[in-house]
């Protein structure tokens, strides 16, 4: 599987052990950056994984951060990503079984070596099988409905 790897400064020493456990798994690594410890702002990085994922460039991306949250939130903002948070091995393996994300994101301050790698080894060895498909085709439907409003205005609709 060719992964995309991506980090801000805050992550750039645990993105280049990942990435090295990545490779040494078998898989082949695009590396999107940051590429030294010099300060850099994560959604243009978060972005740029996102653009290498829904081009098929990569089959899936891990972003890192220092909460992972930032890069989370920034790659959603991608049309048609989902990425997902992840802490610990099951929210690694339910991003995949149950959300189909094409990215997962780590808090290099929240989430040790050890464990960064065994939720990488989780979410990579984790297959999407229709698990929440219904759910998964409601937010896909959510997104197509906002961002066709976004040349109109702000959606009126509301949850309820």
Same mark, same amino acid.
């Given at each position: 599987?060719?992964?995309?790897?991506?980090?801000?400064?805050?992550?750039?020493?645990? /993105?280049?052990?990942?990435?090295?456990?990545?490779?040494?798994?078998?898989?082949?690594? $695009?590396?999107?950056?940051?590429?030294?410890?010099?300060?850099?702002?994560?959604?243009?990085?978060?972005?740029?994984?996102?653009?290498?994922?829904?081009?098929? !460039?990569? $089959?899936?991306? !891990?972003?890192?951060?220092?909460?992972?949250?930032?890069?989370?939130?920034?790659?959603? /903002?991608?049309?048609?990503?989902?990425?997902?948070?992840?802490?610990?091995?099951?929210?690694?393996?339910?991003?995949?079984? #149950?959300?189909?994300?094409?990215? !997962?994101?780590?808090?290099?301050?929240?989430?040790?070596?050890?464990?960064?790698?065994?939720?990488? +080894?989780?979410?990579?060895? #984790?297959?999407?099988?229709?698990?929440?498909?219904?759910?998964?085709? /409601?937010?896909?439907?959510?997104?197509?409905?906002?961002?066709?409003?976004?040349?109109?205005?702000? +959606? #009126?609709?509301?949850?309820?």
């Amino acid at each position: 599987m060719r992964i995309g790897i991506g980090c801000d400064h805050n992550a750039f020493d645990l /993105k280049e052990k990942v990435k090295k456990f990545i490779e040494d798994s078998g898989h082949e690594v $695009e590396d999107y950056g940051c590429y030294v410890k010099d300060a850099v702002d994560y959604p243009d990085v978060a972005l740029k994984v996102a653009e290498g994922v829904s081009n098929k !460039i990569v $089959e899936r991306g !891990i972003l890192l951060c220092g909460t992972g949250i930032g890069m989370s939130i920034a790659a959603n /903002k991608y049309p048609g990503i989902r990425a997902a948070q992840t802490h610990d091995v099951y929210s690694a393996e339910r991003a995949q079984l #149950s959300n189909d994300a094409q990215i !997962i994101t780590i808090g290099s301050q929240v989430v040790g070596e050890e464990l960064a790698k065994k939720v990488v +080894s989780a979410y990579l060895n #984790s297959e999407w099988v229709g698990g929440s498909q219904r759910k998964v085709d /409601k937010i896909v439907e959510i997104e197509k409905e906002f961002f066709t409003e976004l040349g109109k205005g702000v +959606s #009126s609709k509301t949850c309820g």
